[in-house]
């Protein structure tokens, strides 16, 4: 009975509610947002928090991703979502 009530209530709630408009970062146009991401990428390195990766940190991390992707559902086909849910 409880399941009832709930699935009432969200299913008159849903299409009456309005949409919702965008605020903040998500309203600015892209050219805009853009620059502010950019200011926050130059301070990070500036600052020292922003990591790089060596030469043999991405061969390291290619080959971790390569070996994962050789077990069965970690491969490109998995992260698609071809699997059946």
Same mark, same amino acid.
């Given at each position: 009975?409880?399941? @009832?009530?709930?699935? !009432?209530?969200?299913?008159?709630?849903?299409?009456?509610?309005?949409?919702?408009?965008?605020?903040?970062?998500?309203?600015?146009?892209?050219?805009?947002?853009?620059?502010? !991401? &950019?200011?926050?990428?130059?301070?990070?390195?500036?600052?020292?928090?922003?990591?790089?990766?060596? &030469? @043999? @940190?991405?061969? !390291? +991390?290619?080959?971790?991703?390569?070996?994962? &992707?050789?077990?069965?559902?970690?491969?490109? +086909?998995?992260? !698609?979502? &071809?699997?059946?849910?």
């Amino acid at each position: 009975m409880a399941l @009832e009530n709930t699935s !009432a209530q969200s299913n008159t709630s849903g299409p009456t509610t309005p949409r919702r408009s965008l605020r903040g970062f998500a309203a600015m146009d892209p050219q805009r947002q853009r620059e502010i !991401a &950019s200011l926050g990428g130059r301070a990070a390195h500036q600052s020292g928090h922003a990591h790089e990766f060596s &030469s @043999e @940190e991405a061969r !390291a +991390a290619g080959r971790k991703r390569h070996a994962r &992707s050789d077990s069965v559902g970690t491969g490109p +086909a998995a992260s !698609a979502g &071809s699997e059946a849910r």
